[in-house]
């Protein structure tokens, strides 16, 4: 493997990988003194984010670090970026500057392609931590990890991503994720949030929550992204809270050990009530403590081992 | 292909089988009696809690094999668990990514306990420079041993097993295998010439 760019690209038994050397990790970390492995010493990780993020910048971070690599952030309001550098020029910066790895998040989707394009040469690896609303493959990997964790073998298993599908990067990975793994997907949002050409996503499409909710596995839950909306795609936050919320009265339809997931930040009241954020069958701090090892496993994978001959 | 002198027991032309099934059971009996004798405290010294930690993969039912005939022996309980070094190595970057293997510590962890490493061959020692390593990041330990079935020289580090089932003089390009039945369906090492 020699960039991550999109879900789309792992086989099964790629992201079988990854995820099999996640939970090994957390076993082997678990109740350690000294959460550090010497596995990649020497080696340079610079994340660079043009995007705000909390979690998945400090999970990158992190994960580098456990792992003994040096970890260097941009940010793109800290950087030259902000006087105009352009991201290719950015891009051979880094290279030049003696990065093993480049995390990238950017708001136009395809810049991590782009990215790798330039990179490759160098033998640089890529990683994509959200470009635009495209894709965000680490984000499927780890919400794999955690319903792996809570279901088990996750093929036939009845999953639905509900909400606003048509901003979100996070939807398109799991779906193409989740489908390599074996699992039942299907989408459920408001037609206004639904993406043109989600009929390649070879994955049905609802409209009506109420309806599957007593039929799942697990519901994972989309953040209604204002920040990428303009225009009104439903007349109110409370009328999308009343049709696509997920409120206690609906989150006891759910079966005794059907899992719910959010990739946060998740908006209490809007997409999900707080009692059942809170609740025990909700994996969201899961989600986020899980995302550090999978992101560990992803820089084995991409870091560790010999480079691949091309 | 030129047909090759057999030595010892051939089962295939390049090919020699250096300890059958009943060997290697009597190699392990053997070791575990040594482990009681060497790791014995005299009466009114503090007892020691002797911990096994077998190294993936074939190092695992080793410690497990060993333990119980510790326990036949001597009646004593000998924790075992499982150290997994691939994170640990110095030759990460020559070979292709491999995958984890489990690292499971005894409920009782490490601690101020006398681990005995166990592997199944010792080579040039690197294997054991990485448990070194990753040991020290789990715990303090009272004192480390090494008990490994097969020793076939050609060290690459000062390194030096406690516990030695057999030793056996091997040209580099020669290949040591040790099967065991847990996982290969039989018991046996054997000694392949090279490129057999």
Redesign the interface.
């Known amino acids: 493997m020699k960039h991550l760019l999109s879900a789309g690209d792992l086989t099964a038994d790629a992201a079988l990988g990854i995820l099999d050397t996640s939970d090994e990790l957390k076993r082997t970390l678990l109740g350690r003194e000294v959460k550090k492995l010497p596995t990649l010493r020497g080696r340079t990780v610079i994340t660079c984010f043009y995007e705000n993020s909390t979690r998945t910048r400090v999970s990158f971070e992190v994960a580098g670090k456990w792992m003994s690599a040096d970890v260097i952030n941009v940010s793109s309001s800290a950087s030259s970026v902000s006087k105009g550098e352009s991201l290719r020029d950015t891009a051979l910066t880094l290279a030049a500057a003696g990065a093993d790895c480049v995390i990238v998040r950017h708001p136009a989707s395809g810049a991590a392609h782009r990215l790798a394009h330039w990179l490759s040469e160098a033998g640089i690896s890529v990683v994509n931590a959200g470009d635009g609303m495209h894709e965000h493959p680490t984000q499927a990997l780890l919400d794999a990890a955690t319903l792996r964790e809570r279901l088990g073998d996750l093929t036939g298993k009845r999953i639905a991503i509900v909400g606003d599908i048509l901003h979100s990067r996070v939807a398109r990975s799991n779906v193409l994720l989740l489908r390599t793994l074996g699992a039942d997907v299907r989408l459920i949002a408001p037609p206004t949030l639904v993406p043109a050409g989600v009929e390649e996503w070879k994955v049905p499409v609802h409209h009506d929550l109420d309806a599957h909710l007593s039929d799942l596995d697990a519901v994972m839950l989309l953040r209604v992204q204002a920040e990428r909306m303009h225009g009104g795609f439903f007349p109110s936050a409370r009328e999308y809270s009343i049709s696509y919320g997920l409120n206690e009265k609906r989150f006891a339809k759910l079966p005794e050990h059907a899992v719910v997931l959010h990739p946060g930040p998740m908006l209490r009241g809007m997409e999900i009530a707080s009692a059942v954020a809170d609740s025990p069958r909700t994996a969201i701090t899961d989600q986020v403590r899980n995302g550090v090892h999978v992101r560990m496993a992803v820089l084995y994978h991409l870091l560790a081992g010999e480079e691949e001959k091309v | 292909m030129t047909p090759r002198e057999s030595v010892g027991a051939a089962d295939a032309a390049d090919e020699r089988t250096l300890l059958s099934a009943a060997d290697v059971a009597r190699t392990i009996a053997r070791m575990a009696h040594q482990v009681i004798e060497k790791t014995a405290v005299e009466p009114g010294e503090a007892p020691v809690q002797v911990t096994l930690l077998g190294i993936p993969t074939r190092g695992v039912p080793l410690a497990r094999r060993l333990a119980d005939k510790i326990r036949e022996f001597s009646g004593a309980e000998v924790p075992v668990g499982t150290l997994?070094i691939t994170?640990?190595r110095d030759d990460?970057?020559?070979?292709?990514?491999?995958?984890?293997?489990?690292?499971?510590l005894p409920p009782g962890g490490i601690e101020n306990c006398l681990v005995i490493l166990v592997d199944d061959v010792l080579f040039s020692g690197r294997t054991i420079r990485a448990a070194l390593?990753a040991l020290r990041?789990?715990?303090r330990p009272s004192a480390v041993q090494l008990a490994v079935l097969v020793d076939r020289g050609h060290r690459q580090l000062p390194i030096r097993a406690d516990y030695v089932g057999k030793n056996v003089p091997t040209a580099r390009q020669e290949d040591i295998a040790v099967e065991l039945s847990e996982r290969d369906g039989r018991d046996a090492v054997v000694l392949r010439r090279a490129g057999a």
């Open positions: 997994d994170l640990y990460l970057r020559r070979r292709p990514n491999r995958p984890l293997e489990s690292t499971e390593d990041d789990l715990g």
